[in-house]
């Protein structure tokens, strides 16, 4: 099904407004959590619910692995699977192909299972049929994203695999019974070679997909070439479909993707920062593990008191992230997904008041 | 200060009442989840909180090791540490003794910590004194606790040098500044010799504690053996002071404790065989890694619809508990210690209710 994008208000080229698909609709801009093997770590739906998010994530790699789609699916799909009523994404497996680096040709990428050595090949097509499966509410096509720098023969290869697959997996998709309840994203690649990029989101425009995904950014470059790269990109997608920058979690580089005009957003960064004590507060990154916090009676963040890790002193969450006590990942996860999801909602609640700037501009201050 | 026990009813020989500290009054019996090092694993005082506990356990060992007792101490004792409003009792490194087996001379106890292999002396003396900056409700007194089987001659050693630690630490406590915020539990030992374990009993209360604990306990003997000489202990303690089992957390040990007038227990079973997949069930013990449940969506307990695991499937939780997602351990920690929590509840109530004998049979029909 083809999903929507209305606008509720612009403000330069940053826009808010909501994302409808089958499931109904999502507030945008819009962060939405990772939860790769169908849970993010330490957290439940219920959790993630109270936090109120969205949209979360599922990996089709991983879940196609362990427990297997079909098993997903015999549990009612990812939904049923996991208790989460609001929407779902699943990422086709593309991003592994840029952190495992399998063996990559003309009709797929061949896995080695990162859980018992096992090989599995993934095909466009079959990226197709294990996320119908999974039965997310968003599903994304199987394409190749090099990390960066990368030559410009690399980009063009991957552009025009990407390409290839993409009308492979429009065809399997549109060929099976899930259309109706599923949408399906193209990611548009070409690194941050600018004639690769807009080709590259012609040829998938042309494909004709549910929304528009802009992939192999935030991988190696510069905050300069990724803008640049991004602009010239979200300057021809369709207005009235959804755009998402997959991979960036990061407050200046989500406030200068909405400021390009991106609507949804997905990254393990504030997770993953959380377990290792660095968290995000409202006056940057703070770094819990540093000696001087000992002794903190203070909460993480002062200027947050409704963070869920509110109650607890930088003392003590600090003693529970020293000896690996695993509360100290969840109250920091949860903290982290908190900060983050809020930072989004200011951020979206600044461009229905027309000072979008201002909120960026106050971003780059702290964060830049 | 001298905890008192307030009988609301007894049922033979088992009591359901109230033990009172400086802290106030909680109900009895009491199963008390321990959190180590400062948190129960993967659980926050919120969650302990919900769950409905009434008494958490803190580490003397590890605490004194990791974040030590002073910062502790700094950062508000482990009440204002932890943010926990309710009774906290810290065992006294005692149980260290077994488990690590430290050299023990006359003086004491010499640890290497398990962080950084630094050598650590505890005596009666400065386990009292860390214990008063940990600052819990009630503190233990130092003991030798054998594993059994064991010669007599190692039984009558460790009865001697308990009972010369006891009154060391009884005279240390008394001397601190501690005492009126505190009670001190004295401890038995002896092991299944029933002549031995009543002249442990009468050595300690002879010095003369704020309550008294059966150690030694639960580390290898038969649950005959177990039953018998714990009675032969209980029969001679005041019956106006509380009585603790050391270590037990099993539905059947509990229930015969009870019985032989036992009113608070504590055990890191529950949680620890929850991180390995093994839940309590109202039809006994489950292992949720068995391959029939993978396309279960049933839940955990059918029997248990207000468990907090109730929302998610066996088939679900099975996969996260086999891929290692922290998620799993949360959840079934959750719901293994509000199974307990609740266990014990419905134990006291059957004493109120003077069906003790039925509770007990019904207990030994599932998990006998």
Redesign the interface.
């Known amino acids: 099904m083809r999903a929507s994008f209305t606008l509720e208000k612009s403000d330069g080229t940053a826009r808010a407004g909501a994302v409808t698909t089958a499931r109904g609709s999502f507030p945008t801009p819009c962060f939405m959590p990772v939860g790769t093997?169908?849970?993010?770590?330490?957290?439940?739906?219920?959790d993630l619910e109270t936090l109120n998010a969205h949209v979360v994530l599922g990996n089709t790699y991983?879940l196609m692995l362990?427990?297997g789609a079909d098993?997903v699916a015999?549990?009612?799909g990812l939904h049923?699977?996991?208790?989460w009523n609001r929407h779902m994404l699943t990422d086709s497996g593309g991003y592994q192909i840029f952190s495992l680096e399998p063996k990559v040709d003309a009709e797929g990428a061949t896995f080695r299972s990162v859980?018992d050595g096992s090989t599995h090949k993934l095909t466009p097509e079959s990226a197709v049929e294990v996320q119908a499966k999974l039965g997310a509410d968003i599903q994304m096509v199987l394409d190749v994203c090099p990390g960066l720098p990368a030559p410009t023969k690399v980009l063009r290869h991957a552009v025009d695999t990407s390409a290839d697959w993409a009308e492979r997996a429009r065809g399997a998709f549109l060929a099976g019974a899930s259309f109706e309840m599923q949408s399906q994203f193209g990611i548009v690649q070409g690194g941050t070679d600018l004639a690769l990029r807009i080709e590259s989101a012609e040829r998938t425009m042309e494909i004709g997909f549910d929304g528009y995904a802009v992939g192999g950014l935030s991988v190696g470059e510069s905050q300069e070439e990724m803008v640049s790269a991004l602009g010239a990109v979200t300057a021809i997608l369709p207005t009235d479909q959804p755009r998402y920058f997959m991979g960036l979690g990061d407050p200046v580089g989500i406030v200068e993707a909405v400021a390009n005009g991106v609507d949804m957003f997905d990254c393990v960064l504030p997770t993953r920062l959380a377990r290792h004590g660095t968290l995000l507060t409202s006056s940057g990154k703070l770094n819990l593990r540093r000696a001087e916090f000992?002794?903190s009676?203070e909460p993480i963040d002062p200027g947050s008191p409704d963070s869920p890790a509110a109650?607890?002193?930088r003392?003590?969450l600090r003693?529970?992230l020293?000896?690996k006590?695993?509360?100290a990942?969840?109250?920091l996860t949860l903290h982290n997904l908190w900060w983050l999801l809020r930072f989004v909602d200011d951020l979206r609640q600044s461009i229905v008041e027309s000072r979008f700037e201002e909120f960026r501009a106050d971003v780059h201050a702290v964060w830049g």
């Open positions: 093997r169908g849970a993010v770590r330490h957290l439940t739906s219920d991983h362990r427990p098993t015999e549990l009612g049923g699977f996991t208790r859980y000992q002794l009676d109650t607890w002193s003392g003590y003693h529970l020293m000896v006590e695993p509360t990942a969840r109250v």
